[in-house]
């Protein structure tokens, strides 16, 4: 005699299931490496349809950056996006959108943004900032989705720097923080807009499948000019493997400098 599955069974299971890979997916991020640049990180090639833009490969990071060649230093970065949807495998695989001052020329990260991590085939995103010296993720917001209204900035005033992220579609994932770094080891020396494939004691994660990021309303500070992307030397990052195939591409800038997509290529 055929004996039939239990009702609910298959939904219990599915709970349970789901419920482990959230909790996998929160483990993997503890242990997060966001915004340390890869060794190779800049190439600078000079774009002569841009004097002021430079074109530039990293292996993690994709979109663009301003830099410190005429000696700027940066004390605001603004910018917001629509959480982009991953379509994921049984691959973890993560994808990191952030803002942040530091990390381009320098090992100090400032940083926010919202990441979206593949887990036993589930999808989970967050809402998270970093801050050297620490350099360890701190996760806030667990219940971000798929088109939800993204608002990020991190502003320097004196020591200190105000990180703030705002989930306008889900306000529970919006925080702001203050936090301190002594004006001689946070150096300033870039802004950037970036998508990302963090890495982990392994390496580079996968970087899953999200489509395109759109970056707008981009601001930037340089001494007393508040500025877009294109205000001063800026630099865009094409994210590439080993073997210099394209794993996320940027667009060029809209023609206020304000705006960008990013393109997933491939993940790995």
């Excluded at 603004?78 to 695989?93: D, N």
């Amino acid at each position: 005699m055929a004996i039939g599955q239990p009702a609910g069974a298959s939904t219990t299971t599915a709970s349970h299931n789901y419920a482990a890979a959230r909790a996998a997916a929160i483990a993997t991020l503890k242990h997060l490496m966001v915004g340390q640049h890869a060794t190779n990180h800049r190439v600078g090639v000079p774009d002569v349809r841009t004097p002021a833009l430079t074109q530039d490969q990293s292996t993690n990071w994709s979109g663009y950056a301003d830099d410190n060649t005429s000696g700027n230093t940066y004390s605001k970065i603004t910018g917001k996006w629509t959480e982009p949807a991953v379509t994921c495998t049984s691959t973890t695989a993560i994808a990191v959108f952030w803002v942040g001052i530091d990390g381009f020329t320098s090992n100090t990260v400032e940083q926010d943004g919202t990441l979206a991590e593949c887990s036993g085939g589930s999808a989970f995103y967050f809402t998270w900032w970093e801050m050297f010296p620490s350099n360890n993720i701190q996760v806030v917001g667990s219940t971000v989705a798929p088109g939800d209204k993204i608002a990020a900035s991190v502003i320097k005033s004196g020591t200190k720097y105000a990180l703030k992220v705002t989930d306008s579609t889900n306000t529970a994932n919006s925080f702001t923080t203050t936090q301190t770094c002594a004006a001689t080891t946070c150096v300033d020396s870039s802004a950037e807009w970036i998508a990302e494939a963090p890495s982990g004691s392994a390496g580079l994660f996968p970087l899953p499948n999200f489509k395109t990021w759109r970056l707008t309303s981009a601001t930037v500070k340089s001494g007393t000019t508040l500025g877009k992307i294109f205000s001063f030397p800026d630099d865009e990052i094409t994210m590439v493997n080993s073997s210099s195939q394209v794993k996320a591409q940027p667009g060029p800038l809209n023609a206020t400098g304000n705006a960008f997509t990013v393109t997933w290529k491939r993940s790995t």
